[in-house]
């Protein structure tokens, strides 16, 4: 009959039919008391036969599924040390990183960078000393430096001076010596100088005097030529033309081709003052701004506990509005200044300033904002038309990932840990990268006034200077100090010691990151392999998965985030040698660079992916990290269409959600401080740029709702996985009843696959 009704055309049941003693619950297992009406007496879905039969194609690949274990309650607690050998090399390397640091501390000396140094290798601005009250170096003969550069690397092959102010105006030595103004030139030349011991040719050649003086003003704590732009011609002063040492009238292009890209950095320079006076006129509005990104943060998670349905979709909503009223509002500009005839200009004629409305009166700049608005509203639409399906089957795992994160609140403070790890681990790094660099003693090289003498630039004491024969080989040569550095064993691995800080520095920032996720899965997966919720929850279960994490797991975490620094440190050359090619015309090289760097992206992100599913394996079952890396990998390829539909899905979601949060603080500030909110009109600070408090809020948002969602993310990665070794586990009979909550089972329900019954039974 049953044969005859199927062959006929009737629909078969979509589950297969069960007989009495299938229906019933084993009269030998009791159901706990409170577990959910799906754990009591829920027969398995899938005849045994038919699970062997879908499971031996992916067995044989992905290795065996999760069997029954009768005596797992959730993350092991008898466990041992794993990677025991990792442990040992990395607590080793970070006793030698101190050391390093030690013998860094003790050859260093920061004021080598604070202080600039003149030509007798002394601090400019020292106390206790006699250039305490001159902290400005000043160069005797600015057009003997080539760039910039060489004048903050103290290598310009002129003498150097401490002088307590720079000088205000044009000025030669040859008119100074015989005129009033001898007294105000007589202050940068050397000390104990006396005019009428040596002619003008021999002061000149000693570097005793500068043949001349400009008007400057100090940046970086070194004097440099007082340069300006009027009606596109460089000047000084107001002068385009000055005289030489000679008396000789020279351009001021001149001065600027001798420091060039000067005018630039004293831009900079101002940009950074009025940056500054920003942040001090409107730290407080930020820091309110930052706390509503904190309490909306919290207010998101907690919504999604009760309301995730709702709250998905209204993010959905809010991000397809907010694209849309973008698109609307640069039309709109688009379209009133093009109408405009006298704002039809180019967008590039504005050239690079900070003053941002200078960009926003241009159309094209509203035209590139439409233009992208419109791509990122098409891409949107088109992701969400394909996962249109799928959003609600994520919103189960929404909700219980809020409800894990509710149960277990001091999760959501434990960031905070993480970050007093990351800070005090950075800022170790970069005192140790600033003692490094000052760990050099002076160094002094011959400097001829004619280029062509043997001895240039080798070097030299000033001590015996003048008991060598370079002096009469080389008529006029000096000694000056020219850079820090040294000869010795130390000094030449300098450079060596610089990477050993750096690639130390992203082992150790990538140990804490680790530490973080294994801490969190395991304290979610006690809430997940916990029965009946919450009162099963083990008590504290945040801090018995750190100190799991620490006592037993230190060489699993240290192995998996050597692996990823490795990584990141190859990526780091990779940048640098682009950055050297960038100039270069050898495109081979170049090609070949970029697909080593998009490979070893690729790379990155991948491992990035296994670990932190190797390290929730790692804090639940306790194994090593190449078993956990393995077994997680497995599971995940086992169930690789969930993990597309359910948990990239729920990451997409959650990158939403900090998008909106950051989004919506970032269009309130701009409202606030552009006064553009009635009733608050008053209180808004007056600012150079707008843009300092809006950028610092909308970034400042990002991290903190980050901070929050990270945790939210390890959550849901960890109920996922979880979740996949409860479907393997476990049949939802009484005697294996399922560990996931009701709205989980509706995910299993719908994506139990659907067997036909058997034709011949």
């Known amino acids: 009959m049953r044969g005859r009704s199927i062959s006929s055309g009737a629909e078969p049941s979509s589950s297969p039919v069960l ?122 003969n600015m057009l003997k430096c080539a760039s910039p550069t060489v004048l903050i690397d103290l290598q310009c092959p002129t003498t150097q001076l401490c002088v307590s102010k720079c000088p205000d105006r044009f000025l030669t030595l040859l008119d100074a ?66 005289k030489d040492g000679d008396n000789n009238r020279r351009s001021i292009d001149d001065l600027k081709e001798a420091a060039r890209s000067i005018a630039g950095l004293l831009n900079v320079r101002d940009v950074g003052m009025q940056i500054m006076e920003d942040y001090a006129n409107s730290w407080k509005w930020i820091l309110i701004g930052l706390a509503l990104a904190t309490a909306v943060s919290l207010l998101f998670i907690l919504l999604l506990r009760f309301t995730a349905f709702l709250m998905v979709w209204t993010v959905i909503a809010c991000v397809v509005s907010a694209l849309g009223y973008g698109i609307w509002l640069c039309y709109w500009e688009y379209s009133s200044l093009s109408r405009r005839s006298e704002v039809k200009v180019v967008l590039s004629d504005a050239g690079f300033t900070a003053d941002l409305s200078v960009y926003l009166q241009r159309s094209q700049t509203w035209l590139i904002f439409m233009i992208l608005l419109c791509a990122a509203e098409a891409v949107f639409v088109v992701v969400l038309v394909f996962l249109r399906s799928r959003l609600s089957i994520t919103v189960a795992l929404l909700k219980e990932g809020s409800q894990a994160v509710g149960c277990i609140a001091s999760t959501l403070f434990y960031p905070l840990v993480t970050f007093l790890f990351l800070a005090v681990c950075v800022s170790y790094a970069a005192v140790t990268a600033v003692f490094l660099a000052s760990s050099g ?183 090593n990290f190449c078993t956990s890396s393995k077994e997680a990998f497995r599971l995940l390829m086992r169930n690789v269409v969930r993990v597309v539909v359910l948990d990239k899905v729920t990451d997409f979601l959650l990158f939403l959600g900090k998008l909106l949060i950051s989004g919506g603080l970032g269009v309130l500030t701009f409202f606030f401080f552009s006064r553009r909110i009635p009733f608050l009109q008053e209180e808004v600070p007056v600012l150079h740029h707008v843009w300092v408090p809006l950028l610092t809020v909308t970034f400042g948002s990002y ?48 994506q139990e696959p659907r067997v036909k019954p058997d034709s011949s039974s």
């Open 19 to 140: 007989s009495h003693r299938d229906r019933d619950p084993d009269p030998g297992v009791q159901t706990p008391r409170g577990a959910p009406p799906h754990r009591r007496a829920r027969a398995p879905s899938v005849p045994p036969s038919a699970m062997t039969r879908g499971t031996q194609s992916s067995s044989a690949n992905y290795g065996e599924p999760c069997k029954f274990d009768p005596n797992f309650k959730g993350p092991v607690q008898n466990r041992s040390c794993t990677d025991a050998f990792w442990c040992a090399f990395f607590v080793s390397l970070i006793l030698g990183y101190i050391a390093m640091g030690a013998v860094a501390w003790i050859h260093g000396d920061p004021r080598k960078l604070v202080y600039p140094t003149d030509s007798q290798g002394q601090f400019c601005g020292q106390g206790n000393s006699s250039n305490a009250n001159k902290a400005i170096l000043f160069y005797f």
């Open 177 to 242: 010596r015989n005129s009033n103004s001898w007294k105000y030139y007589r202050q940068f030349c050397k000390p104990g100088f006396e005019l009428g011991r040596k002619s003008v040719a021999e002061v000149i050649r000693d570097e005793d005097c500068p043949s001349m003086i400009v008007p400057s003003r100090p940046f970086l704590q070194r004097c440099f030529p007082d340069l300006s732009r009027r009606n596109g011609v460089w000047t000084v002063a107001n002068q385009t033309v000055f």
């Open 441 to 623: 003693n002076a160094v002094y090289k011959v400097v001829p006034s004619d280029e062509r003498c043997a001895y240039a630039n080798v070097t030299c004491s000033p001590k015996n200077f003048s008991q060598t024969n370079v002096s009469s080989v080389c008529s006029g040569s000096r000694c000056l100090f020219a850079f820090y550095g040294g000869e010795s064993l130390y000094h030449r691995y300098i450079l060596l010691l610089h990477l050993v800080n750096l690639f130390m520095l992203l082992w150790l920032l990538n140990f804490i990151l680790a530490l973080n996720q294994c801490t969190l899965a395991g304290a979610f997966a006690s809430y997940y392999w916990a029965l009946v919720k919450p009162r099963d929850v083990p008590g504290c279960p945040l801090y018995s998965s750190f100190s799991r994490a620490i006592r037993y797991h230190t060489g699993s975490l240290a192995f998996g985030s050597l692996i990823l620094a490795l990584t990141q440190m190859v990526r780091v050359v990779l940048e640098y040698l682009d950055y050297r090619l960038k100039g270069s015309q050898n495109g081979c090289a170049r090609f070949l660079i970029c697909c080593l760097r998009s490979c070893f992206w690729c790379l990155e992100h991948f491992i990035r992916f296994l670990n932190r599913n190797a390290y929730i394996m790692i804090a639940i079952y306790g194994k």
């Open 703 to 750: 991290v903190i709702a980050n901070a929050f969602f990270n945790v939210y993310a390890i959550c849901v990665d960890t109920l996922f996985l979880c979740f996949c070794e409860d479907l393997e586990r476990n049949d939802g009979s009484s005697s294996r009843p399922y560990y996931m909550s009701s709205g989980l089972h509706e995910i299993l329900h719908r």
